[in-house]
T-cell receptor
Framework: AQSVTQLDSHVSVSEGTPVLLRCNYS??????LFWYVQHPNKGLQLLLK??????LVKGINGFEAEFKKSETSFHLTKPSAHMSDAAEYFC???????????????FGRGTSLIVHP | GAVVSQHPSRVICKSGTSVKIECRSL??????MFWYRQFPKKSLMLMAT?????????EQGVEKDKFLINHASLTLSTLTVTSAHPEDSSFYIC?????????????FGPGTRLTVL
């Protein structure tokens, strides 16, 4: 069984300061991990993806995430927040635990990023 | 690349009527599509996994007869909400996997806002 925990429901930062969105996971396999962003009333956009290559993954819009197996974490960071980063962020784990070895994703509950001017 | 569209983007219907939502992969073929439901300020809940040419696999607690899923071609899956009631009002999002692509990666549509009066 797989699961994902986003430790903060809301994160509030000032524009220009660093962003940290925390995510912990559990999986019985070697998981793939994703971060998606969702703006209000929109679909989900893939920010970045980890699949057992480099542990530090660089994504779009200046975001990056580091896979730490020992801590079962995949936290999302950005050095300097922009007003346009204000949105909902979802951490997703996907492994081969589905029927017939299929990949079925599990979503975290989401973290709302608030950026103050 | 890997664009997924949904139609309609918004729909309002009367209680007791049926509503069809289309999910299309515009520039790729998708053997597998997923349907999610998202409640306000909540995470995505997987409703069903749709494989082209076969019956959909529904998650526990999702009524098969109420949420009819058809995946008749490699670029189109439809979700029909039958005999809709106000409690079916929600944001419905589909996603698709690229045929022959990474089995762990999905691309999301922009979502459909359903309001049942």
């Amino acid at each position: 069984a797989q699961s994902v925990t986003q430790l903060d429901s809301h994160v509030s930062v000032s524009e220009g300061t660093p962003v940290l969105l925390r995510c912990n996971y559990s999986s019985s396999y070697s998981p793939s991990l994703f971060w998606y962003v969702q703006h209000p009333n929109k679909g989900l956009q893939l920010l970045l993806k980890y699949t057992s290559a480099a542990t530090l993954v660089k994504g779009i819009n200046g975001f990056e995430a580091e896979f730490k197996k020992s801590e079962t974490s995949f936290h999302l960071t950005k050095p300097s927040a922009h007003m346009s980063d204000a949105a909902e962020y979802f951490c997703v784990v996907s492994d081969q635990g589905g029927s017939g070895g299929s990949y079925i994703p599990t979503f975290g509950r989401g973290t709302s990023l608030i950026v103050h001017p | 690349g890997a664009v997924v569209s949904q139609h309609p983007s918004r729909v309002i219907c009367k209680s007791g009527t049926s509503v069809k939502i289309e999910c299309r992969s515009l520039d790729f073929q998708a053997t597998t599509m997923f349907w999610y439901r998202q409640f306000p300020k909540k995470s995505l809940m997987l409703m069903a996994t749709s494989n082209e040419g076969s019956k959909a696999t529904y998650e526990q607690g999702v009524e098969k007869d109420k949420f009819l899923i058809n995946h008749a071609s490699l670029t189109l899956s439809t979700l029909t909400v039958t005999s809709a009631h106000p409690e079916d009002s929600s944001f419905y999002i589909c996603s698709a996997r690229v045929a022959g692509g990474p089995p762990d990666t999905q691309y999301f549509g922009p979502g459909t806002r359903l309001t049942v009066l």
